[in-house]
């Protein structure tokens, strides 16, 4: 077994990657595809968490533009991602892996509540934990989220999965002329505004020296390629 530079990773995922070319909710295809990518990194010997966004079923800002209490809104998309998070959950049971959702929110006929402890014994157990309902507090993002637990539960990377390659100066979707950065500061992502993860997960990476990886989820293979100690996507780091 070829030795792992990152042993421990969150990999954060959005609501949004999961609905593949659709324009919400999930598309099993993708689900599966995903569900392959994490086995395969479970069988090389990583310890995997996952948390995994609402975007594509639900995100409180949107109705909270158009006159609902912002709360509200943001309870119904931590919601969202405990839909997702158990779609998840059946994807990788169905490969043969154990998958514990953990959520922030108490539902407990159909999850487990979080408990650091918990998280961090099913990891050495080999399972691939699933962190649901985001932080449990509204005004907050899953991202941040991704960085909170990243931290809590030690891991060694935390890796932001995109549809883009990594960071560039401008979105490469509609700007020709961005330019990839392979590697950059924390500051740097703040101060060019760089739309990598909010201020919120960004700080919190920065001051708890969590490095952050920005790659293609749609490029099969790169997430095992990456925690074999390959150069994939950007590095954020101090
Ligand atoms: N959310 C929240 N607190 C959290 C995480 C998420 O209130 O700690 C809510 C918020 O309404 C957000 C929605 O859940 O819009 C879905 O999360 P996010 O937008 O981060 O999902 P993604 O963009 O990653 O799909």
């Known amino acids: ?4 530079v990152y042993r421990r990773i969150l990999l954060k995922l959005s609501g949004e990657a999961l609905m593949g070319e659709g324009t919400h909710g999930i598309d099993p295809d993708v689900l599966e595809r995903f569900a392959h990518e ?28 158009r006159g609902m209490e912002r709360v509200t809104g943001d309870h119904m998309g931590m919601l969202a991602t405990v839909m997702n998070a158990l779609a998840m959950q059946d994807a990788l049971e169905r490969l043969g892996l154990a998958a514990p959702v953990m959520s922030a929110l108490q539902i407990d006929q159909v999850c487990e509540g979080y408990g650091r402890r918990r998280a961090i014994k099913h990891l050495e157990c080999g399972r691939v934990v699933i962190f649901a309902g985001g932080t449990g507090n509204p005004l907050f993002t899953t991202d941040s989220a991704a960085s909170l637990r990243a931290i809590e ?4 990377v935390l890796i932001k999965a995109t ?40 700080v919190l990476c920065r001051d708890h020296a969590m490095p952050l990886r920005v790659m ?15 150069d994939v996507g950007s590095l954020v780091v101090s």
């Not at 539960?153 to 060694?156: E, F, H, L, P």
């Not at 293609?216 to 390959?230: D, Q, V, Y």
């Open 153 to 156: 539960v030690g891991a060694d």
């Open 1 to 4: 077994m070829t030795a792992l």
């Open 216 to 230: 293609n989820i749609n490029e099969t293979g790169a997430l095992l390629r990456l925690i074999r100690g390959e």
């Open 38 to 65: 994490v086995q395969a990194l479970v069988e090389a010997g990583s310890q995997v968490a996952l948390v995994i966004g609402g975007g594509n079923i639900f995100r409180g800002a949107g109705l909270a533009a």
């Open 163 to 202: 549809k883009v390659d990594g960071v560039y100066s401008a979105d490469p979707v509609t700007d020709p002329t961005a330019t990839f950065y392979p590697r950059l500061s924390y500051d740097q992502v703040l101060q060019q505004d760089l739309r990598v993860m909010d201020t919120t997960a960004i």
